[in-house]
Nanobody, 122 residues
Framework: QVQLVESGGGLVQAGDSLRLSCAAS????????MGWFRQAPGKEREFVAA????????YYADSVKGRFTISRDNAKNTMYLQMNSQDAEDTAVYYCAADTALRGVRTRPDCWGQGTQVTVSS
């Protein structure tokens, strides 16, 4: 398995941008599908975005499509989530995730990071 550590969270104003990073260590990073989930207060954890091993294919939840961009740099063992045009609904703890299968990384990933808080003030 890989170990995942998120960074880049913080407090931003509505309309601002923020980029999250997820650094991976352990087994071969490039063999994993990677993804982002988030959990808002009082709500269940939800899928945000996923990316395949090469970075050539990406998948998004409807709520973030067109505003968020997922990417990865296999040379740096790092994945990113660029979040633009944020609003208060994006306030949540954001989790990095990894799985060897696309279905897994979008539903029940094998590996999780510890999460990073993103707060969007309106």
């Amino acid at each position: 398995q890989v170990q995942l550590v998120e960074s880049g969270g913080g407090l931003v104003q509505a309309g601002d941008s923020l980029r999250l990073s997820c650094a991976a260590s352990g087994r071969s990073f490039s063999s994993y599908y990677m993804g982002w989930f988030r959990q808002a207060p009082g709500k269940e954890r939800e899928f945000v975005a996923a990316i395949n091993w090469s970075g050539g294919s990406s998948y998004y939840a409807d709520s973030v499509k067109g505003r968020f961009t997922i990417s990865r740099d296999n040379a740096k063992n790092t994945m990113y989530l660029q979040m633009n045009s944020q609003d208060a609904e994006d306030t949540a703890v954001y989790y990095c995730a990894a799985d060897t299968a696309l279905r897994g990384v979008r539903t029940r990933p094998d590996c999780w990071g510890q999460g990073t808080q993103v707060t969007v003030s309106s």
